[in-house]
């Protein structure tokens, strides 16, 4: 079965930074592809970031290509997001799934993000 863990989230000023990790298990992390997603509660969807299985190929989304970086431990099964200089905008649920690209896909409970001043 094919569980994804998200954590990390929580509360930042303008300008602060978080550090959002995914727990996988259930399939094989090191050969999939992944990536982040979040979501402004009644709002769609938005793509944030993907990497290669072997992190050789990363692309941001381009509101958060500057700040953001995605990473991942393979021998950790664990996926990443490192969020720098943080803005109001971004304040949303943010989910990591299979797959380098693209919105749809299953899910975990995902972390919440709140950036407020």
């Known amino acids: 079965e094919v569980q994804l863990a998200e954590s990390g989230g929580g509360l930042a000023q303008p300008g602060g930074s978080l550090t959002l990790s995914c727990s996988a298990s259930?399939?094989?992390?090191?050969?999939?592809?992944m990536r982040w997603v979040r979501q402004v509660q009644g709002k769609e969807v938005e793509w944030v970031a993907g990497?290669?299985?072997?992190?050789?190929?990363?692309r941001y989304a381009i509101p958060v290509r500057t700040r953001f970086t995605i990473s991942r431990d393979n021998a950790e099964n664990t996926l990443f997001l490192h969020l720098n200089d943080l803005k109001l905008e971004d304040s949303a649920r943010y989910y990591c799934?299979?797959?380098?690209?693209?919105?749809?896909?299953?899910r975990g409970q995902g972390t919440q993000v709140t950036v407020s001043e």
């Open positions: 259930g399939f094989d992390f090191g050969a999939t592809g």
């Open positions: 799934l299979k797959g380098m690209y693209g919105i749809v896909g299953m």
């Open positions: 990497i290669s299985s072997d992190a050789a190929l990363i």
